[in-house]
């Protein structure tokens, strides 16, 4: 027969440790796995479960285990390597002290967010003035008349450009012979003489003499009529196409001259200046005749601007025409009315 006073009711280990012993803290006795979870049970035993239970997984390398009553989820497979731990999110990583863990600036936002405020424009420098494309300043063309037209008709001689002595005057001629030195050098060809053009000559050549600026006639004078050897007479040969002032035998000047057409030539003979117009223009033809000595009716010695831009190309009305302005200037002051001319062939 049981012994009904032994201690145990099933729900622990008898004392063993005699009167006056504490209670021993029970084994996991087979009826342990089988205590319900529900109340009614002192909660000491659950707790001192719990406990071996925590003791065991310390024991174990700390990796917790399934909790009593939740779903079966398989383990994770366990990688041929360690895993990198995951960072905790409220825990900052300490920056790498690596030159790549210098703060980069972030990206631009992409223009096509319409979220994004606008972004400043750039400080942009201000641009370079462009190269002037004005063209060069003319300081000669076809109608100029002085002193550097002078020097630009003995420029352009000393290097083959200008086939004739200096006039002053800037004509036909002097055109052709300024775009010919422009198209050699491959300058824009335009006739006139602008600040390249000029610069440009000025380098290639020196400064003229007094006898390139005014040389004497280019045509050799004939020998004078006789009756230019008394006296002062202007003698003009229609031969030689020369007019030489002459005193007494004496030439004082000569410069070249060219005469009418076959259908209103020079008359020849002898005459005497009854005439002297500075600035005359023909009622005739409406056509300047600076300079203007008359001998014969309308026929005079003057200037003719086409002559020094034409040369020998054309003809007077009957006139004298000479194409020296300088020289015929210098002649009209020394000439005086009662003065002998004598034409002749």
Known sequence: MAD????WDGRGASDTGGAGSSEAIPGPGPDM???PCAG?????????????????????????????GAQDVPPPARATQAAAPTPSPFLTAPAPTTEDAKPRTAPPPSPSTSSAAPAPAPTRARPAPEPSTAPPRV??????????????????????????????????????????????RRLPVTGSTDAVTWQRLLAMTRVPTAAELDPPTERPLAAPDERCLKGRVLCISKKSRTLAWMNDGRVVSAMDVRFGSEYTPTREGVFEVFWKSRDHVS??????????????G?????????????????ASHGCVNVRDKKKVAALFDQVKNGDKVVVSW
């Not at 002078?150 to 036909?172: C, D, K, M, V, W």
């Not at 026929?299 to 040369?311: I, K, L, M």
Request: charged share 20%.
């Open 40 to 68: 009614g049970k002192p909660r000491g035993r659950r707790v001192a479960a719990a406990s071996l239970v925590a003791l065991a997984a310390l024991a174990t390398g700390c990796e917790p285990g399934t909790a009593e």
């Open 298 to 314: 309308g026929q005079a010695v003057h200037y003719s601007a086409d002559f020094a831009a034409n040369g020998y190309g054309g």
């Open 4 to 7: 009904t006073n032994s201690g």
């Open 283 to 296: 009622t005739l033809y409406d056509t300047p005749m600076p300079y203007a000595l008359f001998f014969s």
């Open 139 to 184: 300081l000669m063309r076809t109608g100029s008349e002085s002193d550097r037209v002078r020097e630009l008709q003995a420029r352009l001689r000393q290097i083959g450009h200008f086939g004739r002595n200096p006039t002053g005057y800037y004509g036909s001629v002097t055109a052709d012979s300024v775009r010919s030195f422009q198209a050699k």
């Open 33 to 35: 796995a089988a205590e």
